[in-house]
């Protein structure tokens, strides 16, 4: 691709081609599929049957990489609530949330919300990028600094980029970095602490009591990420914060809709008693359209059961547990030495035997999700699986017999 002459319009005489920075890129693609492996970042799914199966290449593939933790996106009352706002709204707002773009449905999942975390605010976005982008550049200006964990979703750093704050990075989960960049920040800035509850790429859970501690001591507000803990973790499906008791000391969470609430969306949830004012100076928020009636429905009902969802967490749990230990058992390396999440991070020596690992899941009719740099950390590859509260005991058998497979196939056990 990288060799072949520019198209016309891009040809004339002097003109840098622009997509030439992404050569390396293309290089690496095209030298993978030249391997004879599919492109593990182009599947389609034909047909979804359920939370943890689908038709992928005409073969009915398990699920394990949807983030789909709680397995709503097929809850019957879920569904009706979708149809329902379809026959009663229409298929879309056509417009923001400030002008036309407020439905009854976006206050009733805003309520949810609120119910859902027992806070004052909760203020509903398009996605959970746009939640991070919104909330961290709007709160966080020129002059403020941004203390952030250097593993952060890239939502995070995109939000950080868009405001004008000084971004200081720690060391993943390190208390005591996080410590020392606070200290040295000038007396009297503003001060934001941005931390994920899990994060996604190993599934490993970070220290927010402790961190928050040294957040709080230092005059630091927090800003908390809880994206792949709601619903699962925390005895009320609230998040890391709330299991480890310091979710009243939180300032700002942020979460989305696209994984245990099982359809799309992003929000933040918060006490401050200004929260509001953000309605009309949040760029993210004021400048898009509103999420169509349909979403803002199924997701209020989802939110709503999440509340109720013992069970479920329960049960995911054990699946968590047992894929943990088994792939162990089998001889894989893991992201974590004992699960912590439902992502269990299965870690490949490198992208051209994990590339071979994912097809030859993916032969064996499981779907995981194929991660490389930038996104993973310290350079890694990886197999990242997502357990779902609705995968059976005997699918995570069965998985565990399709990971054993190709990992003999491809020689990575
Ligand atoms: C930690 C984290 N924050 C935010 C997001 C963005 O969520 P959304 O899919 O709603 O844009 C993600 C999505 O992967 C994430 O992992």
Redesign the pocket.
């Known amino acids: 691709m990288s060799t072949r002459p520019l198209p016309a319009a891009a040809a004339s005489a002097g003109a840098v081609d622009l997509f030439s920075k992404f050569d390396p890129l293309i290089q690496i693609r095209e030298g993978l599929l030249a391997t004879g492996v599919k492109d593990p970042f182009g599947l389609v799914m034909e047909r979804v049957l359920s939370p943890t199966r689908a038709i992928c290449n005409g073969k009915e593939t398990i699920l394990l990489g949807t983030?789909n933790y709680m397995g709503m996106t097929f809850d019957d009352d879920v569904i009706a609530a979708g149809k329902q706002a379809l026959d009663e709204f229409g298929s879309g707002t056509t417009g923001s949330r400030v002008l036309n773009g407020t439905y009854a449905g976006h206050k009733a999942v805003e309520e949810a919300l609120k119910d859902f975390y027992a806070m004052d605010h909760a203020m509903v976005f398009s996605?959970?990028?746009?939640?991070?982008l919104g909330i961290i550049s709007t709160i966080a200006g020129k002059g403020d600094y941004i203390v952030l964990d250097i593993d952060?979703?890239?939502?995070?750093y995109d939000g950080c980029k868009m405001g004008d704050a000084e971004i200081v990075p720690f060391r993943h989960n390190d208390i005591s970095a996080l410590e020392k960049r606070l200290a040295r920040i000038p007396e009297g800035a503003g001060k934001l602490v941005v931390l994920?509850g899990?994060?996604?790429m190993l599934g490993d859970v970070a220290p927010l009591k402790e961190m928050i501690r040294v957040s709080k001591a230092a005059g630091a507000m927090v800003l908390v990420?809880e994206?792949?803990s709601m619903g699962f973790i925390g005895p009320n499906g609230r998040g890391v914060a709330e299991d480890q008791g310091v979710l009243d000391e939180v300032d700002f969470v942020?979460g989305?809709?696209?994984?245990s609430v099982g359809t799309?969306?992003?929000f933040c949830v918060s006490n401050h008693p200004k929260f509001e004012i953000l309605r009309l100076v949040c760029r993210p928020y004021v400048f898009t359209a509103s999420l169509p009636p349909s979403v803002v429905a199924t997701a209020a009902v989802s939110i709503r059961k999440l509340m109720h969802g013992h069970n479920k967490r329960a049960h995911l749990w054990e699946n968590s547990k047992r894929l943990h230990a088994g792939l162990k058992a089998l001889g894989f390396t893991l992201g974590t030495e004992v699960p912590q999440s439902a992502i269990i991070a299965v870690i490949m020596p490198d992208l051209e035997k994990g590339a071979a690992m994912w097809e030859a899941l993916l032969a064996e009719g499981l779907y995981v999700n194929l991660a490389r740099p930038p996104a993973t950390p310290a350079g890694m590859t990886l197999l990242r699986c997502s357990l779902c509260a609705e995968h059976s005991d005997a699918e995570v058998s069965e998985i565990l017999r399709m990971f054993e497979n190709a990992g003999k196939t491809v020689g990575v056990i």
Not at 127 to 132: P, V
């Open positions: 983030y996605t959970g990028y746009q939640a991070n952060s979703h890239a939502s995070i994920e899990v994060y996604s990420d994206a792949h942020i989305t809709f696209s994984k799309v969306g992003g």
